[in-house]
Each structure stands twice: as structure tokens, then as C-alpha cells.
């Protein structure tokens, strides 16, 4: 465990490899909602087999970090206070960065900094960023009745009433987009999304949605459009609440120049449901760009 923001807060770290490994061949790992490290497990060894050092951590609010009533409004914005803390803590200088879900929009946070005003002791930046099946489009996205639920005036009355395995379950599958992921992940998922977590924290977590229609146009995919790092877009085919749609409008009118894979098969949670075909689907582009 290490110190992660400036609030007091704890993070959960995973740091495994060569802690002296060069930035070109530093990987860092950035999960979604309602998730946590967990996702990247399955992975991780193949992911490893590719990079000397990679990192893998648990947002505030998420898994085995901490899950505080106060003191932090689980924003965007703060998540990414906690990665830049995380990384300078860590000695990192530089990396390549793969993010799913909610942390495709932690990325583009990230971008929007290191575009312009990059930190002196991160002087290699982002050496490449691959999106992974995330709302990154809200217009496109096709929200769960129980997000909608969640982001409504009622969100935290709502995810006190329905704190419990079976609608957590109900949940995932609803936005995996197919029946293949089993009844055992999901439960790991639930177990790391609801170790510590006071009732109604869902609610507090998915209010990220509402930045995203602030801040989507004006500053997050203009940080895509202008990164210039190689950029990846890989995306599970059968989708349901970030559907392909949202991969494709990011290739052809945000970053016509990204790497677009769709593979065929995967839902939401890819790297969960078979993560050596997912990483099959990643790994040519580092290949490309080493």
C-alpha cells in the first residue's frame, strides 16, 4: 500500500518487474467502473511477458483502496491527482499506458495535462495509450437502466436499496453484452467493489458520467485528437453499454490515425471473459511501435 493523494487517502498498488526498467518498457494499467486491479489478473502474466514492469492499482473508492465518506469527491479529476501521485512515487519517468472503461476517461485527463504542461520528473510521458471499451462518446453510449438509475437524483437512495450480489451480477452481465463471463468472476468483482464500501458509494463512483458531458468536448477528446503518442483503440465487439459505435467514431473523427481492433466475441469486460484473446488483440500494436 502507498500514500495516494495529498487528502491522506490509501491506494492499492501492484508493481511487479524491474523497478529500474526504462520507460519504453514500463506499462501501466488503468481499470473501469465497477471494477477494480482485479480486471487485469487473468493478464497480467502475459502482459508481463511483453513489459519489464508492470503497474496495476486501485482507484480511490475502488477494490482494496481506500473508500472514504469524505474528503474526496471521487472525480476525474482527482483519480488522475492519484495516478500522477502514484507514478512519481513509484519512480516512474515514463510509460505506456492501457486503460479500460472509466479509466479510458481517467486517460483522458491525463492527456489533457501531459499534452501541454507535462511534470519535469515524468520527462518521457506517455510513450503510447490503448482505450479499451469505455464510454468515451457518451452520445453513444447505451447506459443500463441501473447507471441511469444510479447518476439520478434518487443514485444514492437507490444504491443503498440495491447493494447486493444478485443485482450486482445483473448489472455486469447486462453491460458485458453476452453470457460468457462466469458466475465466479463476477463475484470476485463484487467482493472487490464492496470490501469496505459504505452503502450508496456506487452512486458517489459512477457521478464521473456528469463530467463527461462537461468536460467530453471542450477537453478530453481535443486531448486525443492532439496526443502525440501512438494511440490504440481496441474494442470487445459485443459491447452493450459502450458499444463499437464509440471505437469507430473515435477512429474516424477523433484519431484517424489510432490503430482500431474489434474482437469479435468479447463483451464489456474483455480481459475478464478471455484475457489471452485480448491481449492477442493488444500486443501487435506495441510490437509495431517498439
Known sequence: MVEATPLGHRAFLVDEGNPAASPDSTLVLLHGFPESSYSYSGAFPLLAGSFERVLSFDFIGYGFSAKPTSGFAYSLMEQADVVLRLLREAGVTGCHFLAHD??????????????????????????????????MVLGDA???????????????????????????????????????????????MYSAASTDAPRGLMAELIGYLKERRRFEASRWLPAVRDCTA????????DDAVAPVAIAERLKAEVKPEAKLTVIEGLGHFAQIQDPQAWFEALSPFWAEIA
Open 142 to 188: 447505451k447506459l443500463r437502466v441501473g447507471q441511469r438509475a444510479l447518476v439520478s437524483p434518487l443514485g444514492k437512495l437507490l444504491a443503498r436499496i440495491t447493494d447486493s450480489p444478485t443485482i450486482f451480477e445483473k448489472q455486469v452481465v447486462s453491460a458485458q453484452g453476452n453470457d460468457k463471463l462466469t458466475e465466479e468472476q463476477i463475484l470476485d
Open 230 to 237: 501512438p494511440v490504440q483503440i481496441c474494442w470487445g465487439g
Open 102 to 135: 472509466m479509466g479510458d476517461s481517467v486517460m483522458t485527463e491525463l492527456l489533457a495535462r501531459l499534452n501541454d504542461n507535462r511534470p519535469e520528473w515524468l520527462e518521457a510521458g506517455a510513450l503510447s495509450v490503448s482505450f479499451t471499451n469505455g464510454s
